[in-house]
């Protein structure tokens, strides 16, 4: 099983930038579909970006497209999410998402393995 590790989350002012990444482990990972996602309190989890193993296939959600780009590292097992020209809605935990099938899903319910979530708070 995969295991994974988010890192790079914080307090930023609206218009600024960070960059997240999640570090993995296990030998499958090149060949496992990557996601990001994102939950504030009350809400459910919300698809982010994901890009397949070889990185033929990115989805962005609207709600992000032209400011955040999501990519990978086979060979270091690293998945990154740059976020740009950030606004008061993106604040939330980050989560990074795997899944086995290779398969961009946009549903939370598409992914087997998750980690623990990392803050993200853009201030206005």
């Known amino acids: 099983q995969v295991q994974l590790v988010e890192s790079g989350g914080g307090l930023v002012q609206a218009g600024g930038s960070l960059r997240l990444s999640c570090a993995a482990s296990g030998r499958t990972f090149s060949t496992n579909a990557m996601a990001w996602f994102r939950q504030v309190p009350g809400k459910e989890r919300e698809f982010v970006a994901g890009i397949s193993g070889g990185r033929s296939r990115i989805n962005y959600a609207d709600s992000v497209k032209g400011r955040f780009t999501i990519s990978r590292d086979n060979a270091k097992n690293m998945v990154y999410l740059q976020m740009n020209s950030l606004k008061p809605e993106d604040t939330a935990v980050y989560y990074c998402?795997?899944?086995?099938?290779?398969?961009?899903?946009?549903?939370?319910?598409?992914?087997?393995?998750w980690g623990q979530g990392t803050q993200v708070t853009v201030s206005s």
């Open positions: 998402a795997g899944n086995t099938a290779n398969f961009v899903r946009g549903t939370a319910n598409g992914y087997d393995y």
